[in-house]
């Protein structure tokens, strides 16, 4: 079965704390895994993706295929990252593109 | 670019009644991706199409929902007879032929069912 999970709903850290998003996925294929968020009134949009490696706006994922997971880490929060984060999962059917699934969410509350 | 475009943005409609929701692709994407997101729930993948072909609609319930997106004009998803389980906000999402999974999302139109 092709599966994502985010465990928690909500996470709530202090600014300047570090954070984890957690991401769990189940797909007997090989992954392609994405973090998208969507800020307060804003549009969904894509973070980051695995296949990319790369770091924006001080977040980085790093898939684990043993773990099969692909947490979102910073550092450091800013208040500026308070949002709603989705982890998806690429899965590919017979044709080149595919589709995305998502997990429930998480809403990350940075304090001031 | 004007990026995904989603409309209504809202809509109320009775119990009974038909909800027509359109989405027009980012410039020169030909996927499209419907999703569904119900209250404290997350995306759920409706259908996928291209130009007037239904590629997945595993994701659709088998009544009431279709969906289309012919060679001229935006893409629609019809809901009929809807039901206050309908309620729900839908989102649009488009990629290029060649950008698997990457996906360009609307601002999605939230329908309420009364």
């Known amino acids: 079965a092709q599966r994502v999970t985010q465990p928690e709903k909500l996470l709530s850290v202090f600014k300047g704390a570090p954070v984890e998003l957690k991401c769990n996925y189940s797909?007997?294929?090989?992954?392609?895994l994405f973090w998208y968020v969507q800020y307060s009134r804003q549009r969904l949009q894509l973070l980051l993706r695995?296949?990319s490696r790369e770091s924006i706006k001080g977040f980085t994922a790093d898939l684990n295929k043993g773990e099969t997971s692909f947490h979102l880490k910073k550092p450091f929060a800013q208040e500026e990252d308070s949002a709603m984060y989705y982890c998806?999962?690429?899965?590919?059917?017979?044709?080149?593109?595919?589709?995305?699934?998502f997990g429930q969410g998480t809403t990350l509350q940075v304090k001031p | 670019n004007a990026g995904v475009m989603q409309n209504p943005r809202h809509l109320v409609r009775r119990r009974g009644q038909e909800a027509r929701l359109r989405c027009s692709p980012m410039k020169g994407h030909s996927h499209v991706y419907w999703y569904r997101q119900l209250p404290e729930e997350g995306l759920k993948f409706m259908v996928y199409?291209?130009?007037?072909?239904?590629?997945?609609e595993s994701g659709m319930p088998k009544e009431r929902f279709s969906a289309e997106f012919p060679k001229e004009g935006p893409s629609i998803l019809r809901i009929q007879q809807v039901v206050r389980g309908d309620s729900a906000a839908y989102f649009c999402?488009?990629?290029?032929?060649?950008?698997?999974?990457?996906?360009?999302f609307g601002a999605g139109s939230r329908l309420t069912v009364l």
């Open positions: 797909y007997s294929g090989s992954p392609e």
């Open positions: 199409l291209q130009k007037e072909n239904i590629i997945d």
């Open positions: 999402a488009s990629s290029p032929s060649t950008g698997a999974n990457v996906l360009t």
């Open positions: 695995h296949i």
């Open positions: 998806a999962l690429g899965v590919h059917g017979s044709s080149n593109t595919g589709k995305l699934i």
